[in-house]
T-cell receptor, first 113, second 113 residues
Framework: GENVEQHPSTLSVQEGDSAVIKCTYS??????FPWYKQELGKRPQLIID?????GEKKDQRIAVTLNKTAKHFSLHITETQPEDSAVYFC????????????FGSGTRLQVQP | NAGVTQNPKFQVLKTGQSMTLQCAQD?????MYWYRQDPGMGLRLIYY???????DKGEVPNGYNVSRLNKREFSLRLESAAPSQTSVYFC????????????FGEGSRLTVL
């Protein structure tokens, strides 16, 4: 089955700096890669996703890049703000085998004011 | 719309007791999922139901059973609870077999003594 590895497990940045979280996946058939944000005590919520026919996608201060050859994808947050502090999860899914998302282990991002 | 509703929100069990976690969604989604979340391990898939009438094992199905009662409801049962099942359980639903946004419930915190 799919295996998703996520790094780093914790990340601390100063307000205004950029943050980058990286994930690798094992199943070359995976074609959908979402990112979820989970604030303390809350449910995970989708913040951005990318499909395999696209190399990059942006939404205001967040962007995701995908390298299918290397089987890795990354989340980029620019101009970080204290409200970006949360746990971020990457995930992957393909059209064959288990038809459900496999999640990475999460990155706890702390934005220092 | 309430979205995805889980009950109970909190539960304490003794080893060997049984219980059922209830989940219902009002978004007319075909697919429903049960994940467990443990510190440092992300979200791990227990079982999922790609459509009404079908269920499939995820990454960590041992010790659990599920029932897709109808299109709206997907329950998770622990027949004989063990301390290793202490976790936060999230139910989720999606329109498109995982390749679309997952909508999560608020989570159910289970402690097994």
């Amino acid at each position: 089955g799919e295996n998703v590895e996520q790094h780093p497990s914790t990340l601390s940045v100063q307000e205004g700096d950029s943050a980058v979280i990286k994930c690798t996946y094992s199943d070359s058939a995976s074609n959908y890669f979402p990112w979820y944000k989970q604030e303390l005590g809350k449910r995970p919520q989708l913040i951005i996703d990318i499909r395999s026919n696209v190399g990059e996608k942006k939404d205001q201060r967040i962007a995701v890049t995908l390298n299918k050859t290397a089987k890795h994808f990354s989340l980029h947050i620019t101009e970080t703000q204290p409200e970006d502090s949360a746990v971020y999860f990457c995930a992957a899914k393909g059209d064959t085998g288990r038809r459900a998302l496999t999640f990475g282990s999460g990155t706890r991002l702390q934005v220092q004011p | 719309n309430a979205g995805v509703t889980q009950n109970p929100k909190f539960q304490v069990l003794k080893t060997g007791q049984s219980m059922t976690l209830q989940c219902a969604q009002d978004m007319n989604h075909n697919s429903m999922y049960w994940y467990r979340q443990d510190p440092g391990m992300g979200l791990r898939l227990i079982y999922y139901s790609a459509s009404e009438g079908t269920t499939d094992k995820g990454e960590v199905p041992n010790g659990y059973n599920v029932s897709r009662l109808n299109k709206r409801e997907f329950s998770l049962r622990l027949e004989s609870a063990a301390p290793s099942q202490t976790s936060v359980y999230f139910c989720a639903s999606s329109t498109d077999r995982g390749a679309g946004e997952l909508f999560f419930g608020e989570g159910s915190r289970l402690t097994v003594l």
